[in-house]
């Protein structure tokens, strides 16, 4: 369909469903925050698992039609550009609060982050020392890094979060509006639901655009096609640092960093040609070190914990800012 529209077609699909997606994530916000208060889940977990699971189908479902339409540098280049983009929302995070979100969040997420680094560096590595060993058509390479995923959740999931020694305090909580516990699931699904069906046409749009301006399909991936199904971790994580839950927003986006490489294995799944990290452009790795990069620097200034900001400057959060741009300039200097 996407095809046999124009370029003035193409541009207002693009903005309507990106509207809707940012409905859609402010309402997961919201549902995910009651979620955990009304099961006394940690927003630590909640982020981690359940938002980030929610924000990251838009990138399952795009990536695996990618995948099946013969197209595995667009679906792998996103999962890549996702990474990097949802570094570069934590940076508007911090920069567009008077107090700093990266210092007020729990030491937890620098586990989360090391996990979303190590599986990006395994993906990176297939790419880099694929020889084409797989299960079916499906490579070991995807199938450990979604293994080393599953065994991290439920790590964890047994490992409570602390800065300082003591538990991080409760955030500020979302009025009660007096509903239960299953209204607060109805809400979540009703809002994942409409991210899975606004995502894919706000890619695909932009896939439409970017093919009309003839920019090449690894670079499309990691750049228009990432930023666009980044939307919901963006709003979804403004919504939840604004009701001041932090630890929400912060274990959304390192934990769909880490989702992310655990997707892998569908977009191998539905890529039946062999296996998929065989298939891609070896300047993919461009993009997941670029990943790599932004959370190491990420980590850093969550594990650092002090204040450096110059009226509402932030140096760290602008320097992964211009590391994120930087590596968008690298891919494209590579691809074009």
Request: net charge neutral; aromatic share 6%.
């Amino acid at each position: 369909m996407i095809g046999a529209l124009t370029l003035v077609q193409l541009v207002p699909l693009f903005g309507v469903s990106a509207a809707l997606l940012a409905v859609g994530g402010v309402v997961l916000a919201r549902a995910g925050d009651e979620i955990a208060k009304r099961t006394g889940m940690s927003r630590a977990v909640v982020g981690v698992v359940l938002l980030a699971l929610a924000t990251s189908l838009p990138e399952l479902v795009t990536d695996v039609g990618a995948a099946a339409a013969n197209a595995p540098n667009l679906a792998v280049g996103d999962l890549f550009g996702s990474s990097m983009a949802n570094m570069a929302v934590l940076g508007i995070l911090d920069l567009s609060r008077r107090r700093r979100v990266w210092q007020r969040v729990e030491l937890g997420h620098a586990r989360v982050a090391s996990v979303a680094i190590g599986l990006t560096a395994l993906a990176a590595l297939g790419i880099l020392t694929s020889r084409g060993w797989s299960i079916g058509w499906i490579g070991i390479d995807t199938v450990l890094v979604a293994a080393g995923y599953v065994a991290a959740v439920t790590w964890m999931h047994r490992s409570p979060a602390v800065r300082g020694g003591g538990v991080v305090p409760e955030a500020i909580q979302w009025p009660d509006d007096g509903g239960s516990v299953r209204q607060s699931v109805g809400k979540f699904a009703g809002a994942t639901l409409l991210i899975l069906v606004s995502a894919p046409l706000v890619a695909y749009a932009g896939r439409g655009i970017a093919v009309e301006t003839g920019l090449g399909e690894t670079f499309v991936g990691i750049a228009l096609v990432a930023i666009a199904t980044s939307l919901p971790e963006l709003v979804t994580s403004l919504a939840a640092v604004r009701i001041g839950a932090q630890d929400l927003a912060v274990g959304n986006l390192f934990g769909s960093n880490a989702l992310n490489m655990a997707l892998l294995v569908f977009v191998d799944a539905a890529y039946t040609r062999g296996p998929v990290l065989a298939a891609v452009d070896v300047g993919q790795v461009v993009g997941a070190v670029g990943a790599v990069l932004l959370m190491a620097l990420a980590l850093a200034a969550i594990i650092q914990g002090s204040e450096t900001r110059i009226g509402r400057l932030e140096p760290d959060a602008l320097l992964v800012l211009l590391v994120y741009l930087g590596t968008l300039f690298a891919v494209w200097s590579v691809h074009r």
